[in-house]
């Protein structure tokens, strides 16, 4: 080669070796750890995974190219949930997408400085995970599922398609759904002006689940409100199932419990609030701070009624409320 030549082959070399260098870092494998407070056997929250995965994927983001993620399911049990955080943690992922309330509560306990992006945490404020709505102020951020009016909401809609109920209990598991409080001003302020008699019905298993069922079942024109965690979305199955036996109108956080044959529901999709999760983690994995992306509270709840139940029940839904309905099981 002559020296010409071999000063233009080696000028061109140098050239090229800082863009293959930027190209590389560009593509590095970034690394995602996600904590469920599920069960991995449950297909419910295996769709809100399958979903952020397919949001991850519309931006760019491969596993097995430039994505790695790490899964832990909690299967309800607060002591596994702190040990693996801790173990998520342990391995210095870029950023954890974070289930729901108690995922985040643990996951902050281990770190304040991995982001950390959660889907479906009710009240983020009040359960002291960020500064502010628009500001969080720190190293976590992510979507709500609730606001404060709810609880009232869902009162009116019980008394609209059960006009006789005057009693209301409110279905929860403590443990799992520590935010019960955020809806008990607007539950209890909607029970008083439509003249009923409001209580909440705390339980963590399925006995005293029945328990609270028989009791309402037995009052004077009773009902019931599923709230909206963990434990009534695990046990979804066998909480319609069981108060459809005892025949107690009642109202549900989410249409799949409608699907299934609860009487009425009304609450948001799950599954776009882990398809917006994927657009934070983009955005952090991109070089944007959790601390300067607002908390989204929901936008979009969906109505969801089961013809079929409230004839059983021998209730008379108008055409007009049926109308307004985003969905009418029949």
């Known amino acids: ?24 870092q560009q593509e590095r494998t970034r690394f995602i750890g996600i904590l469920m407070g599920a069960a991995d056997t449950d297909r419910r929250y295996q769709t809100n995974l399958a979903t952020f995965r397919d949001g991850l ?19 309800l049990d607060l002591e596994a949930m702190k040990r693996l955080a801790k ?9 954890i997408l974070s289930h729901d309330t108690p995922t985040t509560a643990a996951l902050l306990q281990e770190t304040r400085t991995i982001p950390i992006v959660f889907a479906t945490v009710a009240d983020p404020l009040g359960s002291g995970f960020v500064a502010s709505l628009p500001k969080p102020g720190g190293n976590v951020t992510g979507f709500a599922t609730i606001e404060g009016s709810l609880g009232g909401k869902w009162v009116e809609l019980l008394k609209e398609i059960a006009p006789h109920v005057e009693q209301v209990a409110l279905l929860f598991n403590p443990v799992t759904a520590p935010f019960y409080g955020y809806v008990l001003k607007s539950y209890n302020a909607a029970a008083a002006s439509h003249g009923m008699q409001a209580t909440t019905a705390p339980v963590t298993d399925m006995a005293a689940v ?38 107690v109108p009642s109202v549900y956080p989410f249409r799949f419990f409608a699907e299934l044959g609860g009487l009425a529901s009304y609450g948001i999709d799950l599954n776009d609030n882990f398809r917006r999760a994927a657009s934070y983690v983009d955005r952090i994995l991109k070089g944007e701070k959790p601390t300067d992306l607002p908390v989204q509270s929901p936008v ?16 008379t839904i108008s055409r007009d409320f049926l109308l307004i309905a985003d969905e009418v099981i029949e």
């Open 1 to 24: 080669m002559r020296r010409r030549e071999f000063i233009a082959f080696i000028g061109g070399t140098v050239v090229a070796w800082p863009l293959a260098a930027r190209a590389q």
């Open 57 to 75: 994927q519309k931006l760019g983001w491969i596993e097995g190219r430039n994505i790695w993620m790490e899964v832990r399911w909690a299967a």
């Open 87 to 95: 173990e998520l943690v342990n391995l210095h992922p870029d950023l």
């Open 210 to 247: 029945e328990g609270v069922v028989a009791k309402q079942a037995s009052e004077p024109n009773g009902g019931l409100i599923v709230l909206n965690e963990d434990f009534t979305i695990a046990h979804r199955e066998e909480i319609v199932s069981l108060i459809g036996r005892y025949r």
């Open 300 to 315: 979009k709840f969906e109505l969801t009624i089961n013809l079929k139940t409230a004839k059983n029940l021998g209730l």
